[in-house]
């Protein structure tokens, strides 16, 4: 199974604009699963919610139906963000379209910063769905530094994670190699580049460096911090399915829930 | 507030022996908490239980006993790791003694490799208890993969994390970064050093490096591969008070236990 990234710096504002871009990014890439940035067709810094509802789409808008159109053509599977409206709520979303015309979403369930007033926090858990013969669930972004967000899907049976990314501080690319060794599971951080300073005070530049990271942490790719480009790597999904890391130990078998009290507990 | 560890290699099976070692090693540091090494008096590689239960102890036994007369003495609190035995079981057990007395344990709960043979597992939550003025807590080496142990003391409030550990893996010392990012708070990992090969096959050597770990991930000191000597920081505990990263989020307020499906739940 070929797994890859692609990375490259939004246009905002401009849906058309950008699908072009990746169709052209994409143009040359063979592989199985292809996994994009956070918000990718419409660029990362909204001023207001307005400009969040104006770039909207529902699930079955212009960047989802592009996406099954490619996927269908290819024959891959491709997964990115994009800005999802349900009736009055926006969510930060991702799409995971198959071949055969299957779309799965996810509303990201930790809103970073200034998303919070911008966007509805994910109303739904983290899902593990059935893609080419493997289990795969989706993260964005900031759940990364939420160990449940990945732990969750670890339960829920996947084998690999994709996780669309936007990100601007420096820490996720090595904690995914935590995330990784703690579940055993493949993860593909697609991460954007390129600067965006439309809120007066808030200049922020995306950190590149996407990267596919293996069980036991294994850094397989990675991008440079600027560069423009799609990467990939063959894996055996199947490396995901024991969770053995010797002969007494099993990462999933050996949790205690009966003694994590507050885990799942309500808030203070 | 000054937080060390102190780093050795055990001799196996003589606890004054190792007393004595210890005495000597920590009669020049200035601290106020000193952490010492997993099963710091016993050495780890046991051939039975039958070993096991022959160098137990109950909790008022020569060890615990030991770090109470020198925490009393030298005004400091002690951590460190013995073989407590309770009734018929065995455990693989944290002691943290302060200057006035107090007595708190911790029965690891998450045993690695042959340890699941030889000792009950831990039969209690991890606890978060006062000492000196902060909230410390207390995990014993392998528990560090499973993110549950460190993130149900920070959601007991803990601010001081202290790891006793006999690591033969390469992989806690990065992975302690993570853990004290996503839970913004300190850590003292304790290592020992050394090889032991008692049983047939299975030559151990013991990976150093001990580490003090702050929020951020932020390595304050980490010691050499095969050195002994005990090191020591200050730092201010309150720096681990506040889970906010950015004005909008907060890493316990922003957790979302309702999405966290299974986390909890029973085994399958």
């Not at 690319?173 to 990784?180: L, Y």
């Not at 954007?192 to 809120?199: H, K, L, Y």
């Not at 990267?211 to 600027?226: D, N, W």
């Amino acid at each position: 199974m070929r797994i890859g990234f692609c990375q490259f710096p939004p246009l905002f504002g401009n849906i058309q604009a950008n699908l072009d871009s990746l169709d052209s990014l994409i143009k040359e890439v063979e592989a199985d699963v292809i996994v994009l940035p956070e918000l990718c067709t419409t660029g990362y810094q909204f001023v207001d919610r307005n400009e969040v509802a104006n770039l909207s789409e529902p699930v079955d808008g212009p960047t989802v139906q592009w996406a099954r159109n490619l996927a269908s053509k290819r024959s891959f599977s491709l997964c990115g963000g994009f800005v999802e409206r349900d009736g009055d709520r926006l969510f930060n979303s991702a799409f995971f379209v198959t071949p055969n015309g299957d779309v799965h979403t996810y509303r990201k369930i930790h809103l970073f910063n200034r998303e919070t007033e911008l966007f509805d926090p994910g109303d739904r858990p983290p899902q593990v769905f059935q893609a080419q013969g493997t289990r795969i669930g989706m993260m964005i972004c900031f759940d990364w530094i939420f160990p449940e967000t990945m732990r969750c899907l670890n339960l829920a049976g996947a084998q690999l994670v994709c996780h669309p990314s936007n990100l601007v501080l420096p820490y996720c690319q090595e904690a995914m190699k935590t995330r990784c060794l703690e579940n055993q599971i493949f993860a593909v951080t697609a991460n954007r580049i390129g600067t965006e300073s439309r809120v007066p005070g808030e200049t922020l530049t995306f950190t590149g460096a996407s990267q596919i990271t293996a069980p036991y942490g294994k850094v397989l790719a990675r991008a440079e911090e600027i560069s423009i480009g799609c990467q990939v790597v063959k894996i055996d999904p199947t490396d995901a399915d024991s969770k053995n890391v010797n002969p007494y130990n099993n990462l999933v078998a050996d949790r205690r829930p009966e003694l994590y009290p507050g885990l799942c507990g309500a808030k203070k």
